[in-house]
């Protein structure tokens, strides 16, 4: 996968926490982690669009891991959502599962970019 494929994907990942958060009934609870939950997911996709423009190594790691840890946070709330029962399960099966695979694809990268700084000379 292409940086600019990631990009991409976690813009499109954010979309889609914005339909979710459509579909939440009018309750306090609801509003308090839709503000989270919008606000973590895009986050995750400014991050990494800030890490692509980085202009150091460290400044990649350093964004990449918020990137990273932004994500986490929105599959979080998508879990608390889930356990809430706040919307139907159908309705979060493939954004959480997106999310988890999203968790992944940048811890993954994370860790390569960390192993290749600590290899440089």
Do not use: H
Not at 106 to 113: D, G, I, N
């Amino acid at each position: 996968m292409t940086s600019k494929e990631l990009e991409s994907r976690l813009k499109s990942f954010a979309y889609r926490v914005v339909k979710v958060c459509e579909a939440f009934p009018q309750k306090k609870i609801c509003r308090i982690i839709e503000d989270q939950l919008l606000r973590s997911a895009f986050s995750a996709a400014a991050n990494y669009r800030a890490a692509c423009r980085a202009i150091s190594k460290k400044s990649f790691i350093s964004k990449l891991s918020i990137a990273f840890e932004e994500i986490d946070e929105s599959l979080f709330w998508l879990e608390v959502v889930n356990e809430l029962q706040l919307i139907k399960t159908q309705q979060l099966a493939g954004v959480i599962s997106e999310a988890n695979e999203l968790c992944s694809i940048l811890a993954s990268a994370r860790k390569t970019s960390q192993k290749n700084q600590s290899l440089k000379p």
